[in-house]
């Protein structure tokens, strides 16, 4: 029997769809409230039946646990749903916005309106949390909106798009597979939004298409997150959260993992062997042969993380770990003390296994490092000192910051996550991401009574000072103009 033929996917197949999708917009199809809860209500159904598939698409695109994947990726998108469903009703409802004396009598309220036809094109790391929760925000909001999952992770992307064709509305909602070829023809298509979620490299890419139409955009990058480390802290309760929060989110390819570790030089020898302790306590003294611990995604980066190990000057400030396994994708948890501050390692994102710590003379010397960098998506302190906390969240900026954990601000939908800088721009998650989908649209009611003649021509001295005085809502003053007292 033969192979059914790929469909092709072209520039007129890119406008088509644009269009067909704009068509359902304008007819109304995705503004209704029971529109936008029956969508909720089937990826809700994704997530309740299908939770072993995504469990095995994510084993075999990244070798991941099946913990990690039922965690991080199907218990977010379920609370996501469960959170829309509740709240989409108020979400929905107007905000009561104050009036003035200067356009006395009226109402004002604030209407969030849906944008339009969105594209949402998402990361490989995380595929199905990274992909669906964008597009529980733009649901929510009431677009009709095209997925483009990570050709880097063809399992989870081949799932995506047979699970959203089979349960969602596709005159409204569509999964578009492919590679380059596809993503810049979809980028040629005007849109109302574009969702990006990856490096700042392709990131510039999305944001010189988007230009072309005046395209909005929100950009989910990354960056180097620092985890700053005091002496004053819980040594053993810090060090296994930096490694849950490094080696236990996807083996370190996670936009918000630790990239680098700023303590004294005097407590860095305590870290680095509660850190070898902790390490080996969880995932045993072969470490590559742990099931606990997700693979590289494929050869391309295997090779970029081994060219961060064997840069000259770095290769010998190995001090745990360093193993690697191309054949299996596989290399084991590595820390390095003290690489060179212009090393690659410390000059890029790393998005691996692989975990620098730079000792100072003292604490404050980490602001300095901090600042001297790029504004990272993430920052993180480990401290019982609150002072130090205080000035942390204050001197560092950067698109979330952890105080004593790694990571958990993601899973707080009471909590914007987003980068700053060239960490991104926009935000997302709870009702931040129905706002990221949204026009906040100004409605002013005014009554047809009471209009005041001095408002139009001719002009006077008296009508002026009446006027300053009424946009100044000052009543004293407009008594005196009325009485002739200014």
Avoid at 69 to 94: D, I
Avoid at 196 to 223: C, D, F, N, Q, W
Avoid at 309 to 314: A, D, G, M, T
């Amino acid at each position: 029997m033969a192979a059914t033929a790929k469909k092709v996917f072209g520039a007129a197949e890119a406008s088509d769809l644009v269009n067909e999708l704009r068509r359902s917009f304008d007819d109304g199809v995705t503004r209704g409230y029971d529109w936008r809860i029956t969508q909720l209500k089937k990826l809700l159904v994704i997530c309740d039946n299908h939770e072993h598939d995504i469990v095995e698409a994510l084993r075999d695109d990244l070798g991941k646990p099946e913990l990690e994947s039922s965690v991080f990726e199907v218990a977010l998108l379920r609370n996501s749903c469960k959170l829309a469903l509740k709240q989409l009703k108020n979400w929905m409802a107007p905000d009561k916005a104050k009036t003035s004396l200067t356009t006395f009598p009226a109402s004002a309220e604030i209407v969030s309106e849906p944008l339009g036809v969105v594209l949402v094109i998402s990361a490989w790391n995380y595929p199905f949390l990274l992909s669906i929760d964008p597009v529980i925000g733009a649901i929510s909001a009431g677009n009709a909106v095209v997925l483009k999952p990570s050709e880097l992770a063809p399992a989870s992307s081949a799932l995506l798009a047979k699970l959203l064709e089979q349960y969602l509305d596709p005159s409204a909602v569509r999964v578009v597979e492919g590679n380059v070829n596809e993503t810049t023809l979809l980028l040629d298509q005007k849109w109302d939004k574009i969702f990006y979620t990856g490096s700042s490299k392709i990131g510039r890419v999305i944001m010189t298409a988007a230009a072309k139409h005046l395209t909005p955009v929100v950009l989910e990058l990354g960056g180097k997150s620092p985890v700053v480390v005091d002496s004053n802290t819980d040594l053993k309760v810090t060090v296994r959260r930096i490694i849950a929060g490094k080696w236990g989110c996807n083996n370190g390819q996670a936009c918000v993992s630790p990239d680098y570790i700023l303590t004294t030089k005097e407590f860095a020898p305590k870290l680095l062997d509660a850190m070898k302790h902790e390490l080996e306590t969880f995932y045993g003294k072969k470490p590559m042969d742990s099931k606990d611990m997700s693979r590289i995604v494929n050869s391309n980066h295997f090779d970029r993380l081994s060219k961060l190990l064997e840069e000259k000057e770095v290769s010998d400030k190995i001090v745990y770990g360093g193993d690697k396994d191309r054949e299996n994708l596989k290399i084991a948890p590595t820390i390095l003390l003290d690489v060179p501050l212009d090393s690659l390692i410390m000059s890029e994102e790393i998005f691996g296994p692989l975990l620098p710590i730079i000792t100072l003379n003292n604490l404050e010397e980490s602001f300095d490092v901090i600042h001297s960098r790029p504004k990272p998506l993430a920052a993180y302190l480990f401290t019982h000192n609150q002072k130090l906390k205080e000035r942390f969240a204050m001197k560092v900026s950067a698109g979330g910051i952890v105080v004593n954990d790694i990571a958990v601000h993601l899973a707080l939908h009471t909590l914007p996550f987003g980068g700053v800088g060239e960490s991104g721009m926009g935000a997302y998650h709870g009702k931040f991401s129905f706002d990221a989908f949204s026009h906040k649209k100004a409605v002013l009611y005014r009554s047809l009574f009471g209009d005041a003649p001095v408002r139009y021509p001719p002009y006077s001295r008296g009508k002026l000072r009446l006027l300053k005085a009424l946009v100044d809502s000052n009543i004293f003053n407009i008594f005196k103009v009325l009485l002739g007292l200014s």
